[in-house]
């Protein structure tokens, strides 16, 4: 991993102080949570889960020729999912918003 | 299909005068191309790769009980595809723009 931990609390912090914000978590690109403010149940779902979604979404990008996935959302009924997979570092990010 | 040629037709007619619209394409949710207005290669490409990405996101958003999936969308290094799952008309809406 490229990013410092203190580097990667910084973004946290910064995020987790947006409205509607009612989760962060980071994980590696297979899916091992390095940091979440969930419960390890939802954590351990969410990387997962979000970590496979990411996986096709690179696979489509690449095979659609549109360059490389800088941002990955899904707008829910319950709000919003935002997907930063920050291939380099190793890392996705993934904040989980409320409808506002 | 609910959804009538002529309020289809109607609607993408709307979405192509949008600026930065490079190709707008509407599959069921097999895959199958109703209309586009890329070339036959093209339309098939995307047609088969995003339906396969949304059954993928439907499912995450199922599991993760986020409630329905409203909008996809992927910011990518050479614009952003936006993508409307309209399950109860069987339709999925693809929407190709370029980088602003």
């Given at each position: 991993?490229?990013?410092?931990?203190?580097?990667?609390?910084?973004?946290?912090?910064?995020?987790?102080?947006?409205?509607?914000?009612?989760?962060?978590?980071?994980?590696?690109?297979?899916?091992?949570?390095?940091?979440?403010?969930?419960?390890?149940?939802?954590?351990?779902?969410?990387?997962?889960?979000?970590?496979?979604?990411?996986?096709?979404?690179?696979?489509?990008?690449?095979?659609?020729?549109?360059?490389?996935?800088?941002?990955?959302?899904?707008?829910?009924?319950?709000?919003?999912i935002n997907i930063a997979p920050e291939?380099?570092?190793?890392?996705?990010?993934?904040?989980?918003?409320?409808?506002?």
């Amino acid at each position: 991993m490229v990013i410092s931990q203190e580097k990667l609390q910084g973004i946290l912090s910064k995020i987790k102080s947006q409205e509607g914000v009612r989760g962060v978590v980071v994980t590696t690109l297979e899916g091992l949570p390095l940091s979440s403010d969930l419960d390890p149940d939802t954590t351990e779902n969410v990387a997962a889960i979000i970590t496979s979604l990411v996986g096709k979404a690179l696979d489509a990008v690449r095979e659609l020729r549109e360059g490389s996935l800088s941002f990955l959302t899904l707008d829910t009924t319950k709000g919003q999912i935002n997907i930063a997979p920050e291939v380099n570092e190793g890392l996705i990010l993934v904040v989980l918003k409320n409808t506002e």
